[in-house]
C-alpha cells in the first residue's frame, strides 16, 4: 500500500510540474504579448492603452487615471514642441516566471530609440511585470523605480523578489 501512494504522490507530482511549465510558457507568451503592446502604444502615442498595462497603484500615486494622462499628454507635447521624435520602441525579451507573494512576476527587456535636441538617445531598460490572473493581463513598472525605496513602498508595499534585474544601459550620440 505504501509503494503504491508513493507512486501515485510522484506521479502527482511529475503531472503537477508539467502543468506549472505550460503555464509559464503560456504566461511568457503573454507578458511577451502585452508588453508588445504597451510597447507599441508608447511609440504611437496612445497613452490611454499605456495606462491599460501600467499597475494599478502607480496609477493611483499619479492622483488616478485622468490625471495621469494628463500628465503624460502635457510631458510628451512639451518635448515633441523641443524636438523629441520616438524612432524606436521595441520589446527584445522576456525573462523567466516567478510566483512571489501570490503573484506572476517576470521583467521585461525593451529597447528604445528617440531623437531629442540633435541627440540620438538609445536605451535598454527594463519593466517589472505582474500578472492579473483574474484578467488574463499584465501590468508593468519601471523596473529602475525599484530601486527608490520610498517609492516601492508606496506601490508595492513590502516588496521583495527573486527576480534579478539588470541595470538600464543608455548611450546618446550626436546626429
Not at 531629442?116 to 538609445?122: N, P, Q
Not at 517589472?128 to 488574463?136: A, F, Q, V, W
Request: include cysteine; glycine fraction near 4%.
Amino acid at each position: 500500500m505504501n509503494k503504491i501512494t508513493t507512486t501515485f504522490l510522484m506521479l502527482l507530482l511529475f503531472c503537477g510540474s508539467i502543468c506549472f511549465a505550460q503555464s509559464t510558457k503560456e504566461l511568457k507568451e503573454w507578458a511577451l504579448r502585452d508588453a508588445k503592446i504597451a510597447s507599441q502604444a508608447t511609440l504611437k502615442m496612445d497613452f490611454d492603452k499605456v495606462l491599460d498595462h501600467t499597475y494599478p497603484s502607480a496609477l493611483e500615486l499619479m492622483g488616478g487615471r485622468e490625471k495621469a494622462l494628463d500628465l503624460i499628454k502635457a510631458t510628451f507635447s512639451t518635448m515633441k514642441e523641443n524636438g523629441f521624435v520616438f524612432e524606436k520602441a521595441d520589446v527584445l525579451g522576456v525573462s523567466d516566471i516567478v510566483f512571489e507573494d501570490n503573484q506572476y512576476r517576470c521583467y521585461i527587456e525593451g529597447f528604445n530609440q528617440m531623437v531629442m535636441s540633435g541627440m540620438r538617445i538609445k536605451s535598454k531598460s527594463y519593466l517589472l511585470g505582474i500578472y492579473n490572473s483574474e484578467e488574463k493581463f499584465w501590468y508593468f513598472l519601471e523596473a529602475k523605480q525599484l530601486k527608490n525605496e520610498a517609492m516601492v513602498n508606496k506601490v508595492l508595499p513590502n516588496f521583495k523578489t527573486s527576480l534579478e534585474i539588470p541595470d538600464d544601459e543608455m548611450t546618446t550620440e550626436e546626429i
